[in-house]
């Protein structure tokens, strides 16, 4: 799976995140504007969403490479979520939200439940997965469905991210850090980086071996302001 300090390290971008956008009561599944958050709901809507790219009949299917950017990015959206409910299902008020994800999904056993299946029944069980965390009353459910939900990342991150869920993830959040800290909501945030576009980019320097504390360096190196 992963390693704790990659663990670690992933719960608290993205707590850090949740907490800036959503507010300090997210892990309770109430957004500043008082609505409710449903990450269960999210999943389901992002694998809902990638299955439309298949035009399926009952007597015609055509497989969706997986390793298209724009997918790897709705993956990692994905794994956002995932871990986003892990810290709000294993929390409890004042307790430590980080040390309590992280040890469940430290103790999380290996398997092979969801290894050579195809691009569509991926997609399928993220539905099937994502739709149980979002509609179950039950806790043991629930978190038996987080449980899967990594297991299936987990063979996403072996079979189509060529083993760099963590360097991905973790690029994705310095990434939008950096397009925030470049005027990305005032318009001024230029999206292009040496003559792509930033996700392509991001995925270029990962593919060629940065480590994701030298992203932000490499994203500086390659960039200018829009001029107004």
């Known amino acids: 799976m992963y390693s704790k300090y990659q663990i670690d390290k992933m719960l608290?971008?993205?707590?850090?995140?949740?907490?800036?956008?959503?507010?300090?009561?997210?892990?309770?599944?109430?957004?500043?504007?008082?609505?409710?958050?449903?990450l269960g709901r999210s999943i389901y809507m992002k694998a809902s969403g990638l299955m439309n790219l298949y035009h399926w009949e009952w007597d015609t299917y055509k497989e969706v490479d997986l390793n298209s950017n724009v997918i790897i990015y709705e993956f990692?959206?994905?794994?956002?979520?995932?871990?986003?409910?892990?810290?709000?299902?294993v929390s409890f008020r004042g307790d430590n939200i980080i040390e309590n994800a992280s040890k469940f999904i430290l103790n999380i056993k290996e398997s092979n439940l969801y290894s050579n299946l195809s691009s569509i029944e991926?997609?399928?069980?993220?539905?099937?997965?994502?739709?149980?965390?979002?509609?179950?009353?039950?806790?043991?459910?629930?978190?038996?469905?987080?449980?899967?939900?990594?297991?299936?990342?987990?063979e996403i991150n072996r079979s189509f991210l060529n083993n760099k869920g963590f360097e991905l993830f973790m690029g994705n959040h310095i990434l939008n850090n950096f397009k925030i800290s470049h005027g990305l909501r005032n318009g001024t945030y230029n999206d292009t980086l040496a003559g792509v576009k930033d996700k392509d980019f991001l995925l270029k320097i990962i593919n060629n071996g940065t480590n994701y504390s030298d992203i932000e360096v490499e994203l500086s190196k390659n960039y200018e302001q829009l001029k107004l």
């Open 76 to 89: 990692i959206s994905i794994l956002s979520f995932v871990i986003s409910s892990t810290m709000s299902e």
């Open 122 to 154: 991926i997609l399928e069980n993220f539905l099937e997965l994502g739709l149980i965390l979002s509609k179950s009353k039950d806790t043991q459910e629930r978190k038996l469905a987080i449980k899967n939900l990594f297991l299936l990342f987990n």
């Open 12 to 38: 608290e971008i993205q707590n850090k995140f949740n907490v800036r956008e959503y507010g300090d009561n997210w892990v309770k599944g109430i957004h500043t504007n008082k609505h409710r958050i449903n």
